[in-house]
């Protein structure tokens, strides 16, 4: 997905959200998100949004507070907020057509561009409305390519090596034969775990453990939002694997 659609996709997200849990009770705990109700969450969401806009609008160089992200609670009495959500979508949104996505802004790790902001608050909206229509028993749907990116952007963030100097227990996942794959028709990735980083690349290849699926239960199942359903191969080192993956 390029750019423009990245920027549309965030208020897309955010809007049918906020469509999809206007009725929703705030105070509904979401299990994916251990200890947080649907309020938190969107207040989560609607203060990330601000967030990134904030850094991409003002073209920051170092760090912005990061409060609004992270101090989640609040009043959960009342309905969803849902036109405070889409604002904060838009106020990104609108930040990032302003900038292009080139700007050079503070973001985390090698990245340097707003481009960065765009396409991870594309599938953080995205995972967290799967949060939500999970927790409130509903069925989360997705288009296919929203979904494909979001898996490419996964395995991309989760094979960054500086996760080693994070949580250096996660070289236990590293050896020889090591592989995990996933199938979806005619999609498929493949994380290869036999040298010394984690390398990845789309398409089919002998795993360890392959995971197959639908689409939008592979992108579940890589959140550990739920628990893979078919596992050819080795389903113990899958297991393994998952537990030295903290990403998303």
Known sequence: ME????????????ELLATELADAELTTPVPSCPGWTLGALVRHL??????????????????VPDDQVRQVDGD??????????VEGASLLASALREAGPDAEVWVPFHYRTASFYARRFTHETLVHRADATLAAGLGFHAGPEVVLDAIDEWMELEALPEHF??????REILGDGRSVG????????FVDLGGSAVTWERGRRGAAA???????????????????QDVVGDPAWFKSWQTH????
């Open 182 to 189: 996933f199938e979806a028709g005619e999609h498929a990735w």
């Open 165 to 170: 100097e994070f949580r250096p227990e996660k």
């Open 76 to 85: 959960d009495s009342g309905p969803l907020p849902g036109a405070w959500l």
């Open 210 to 228: 392959t995971v197959r699926g639908a689409l939008t239960d592979l992108l579940l199942v890589l959140y550990q939002r739920k628990d893979a």
């Open 3 to 14: 750019f423009d659609r990245h920027c549309a996709e965030i208020v897309t997200q955010a």
């Open 46 to 63: 609607g203060g990330g949004h601000r967030w990134a806009a904030e850094i991409v609008r003002t073209r920051a160089t170092v760090p």
């Open 245 to 248: 993956v903290r990403f998303g």
